[in-house]
């Protein structure tokens, strides 16, 4: 059973940081993709942030230059550094990876973390 456990929400002020981490019970090695994804009350879920296995790095528009994904294969764990935090990045923040593609992809999900933004 694969099991995704973040950590790292919190309370912050508008310009403020906060650190994301999903500690895997599995190897990452083995994932294709890795990433973040966060939803807000009432609003669709969206991806933040993604890594491959090879070290390649996408960010949704509105979070470039703020947000800092990496990972860890070592410790398999995935990370999101979140810096000049908005009150619009308020939500839970999900982790997720993925393996394999087409009919034989596979994809598992943390329980989220709560992460809310005040002026």
């Known amino acids: 059973q694969v099991q995704l456990v973040e950590s790292g929400g919190g309370l912050v002020q508008t310009g403020g940081s906060l650190r994301l981490s999903c500690a895997a019970s599995v190897n990452l090695v083995n994932f294709n993709v890795m990433g973040w994804y966060r939803q807000a009350p009432g609003k669709q879920r969206e991806l933040v942030a993604s890594?491959?296995?090879?070290?390649?790095?996408n960010y949704a528009e509105s979070v470039k230059g703020r947000f800092t994904i990496s990972r860890d294969n070592a410790a398999n764990r995935v990370y999101l550094q979140m810096n000049s935090l908005k009150p619009e990045d308020t939500g839970v923040y999900y982790c997720n990876i993925k393996k394999g593609s087409g009919l034989s992809m596979r994809a598992y999900w943390g329980q989220g973390t709560q992460v809310t933004v005040s002026s």
């Open positions: 890594i491959t296995g090879g070290g390649t790095t």
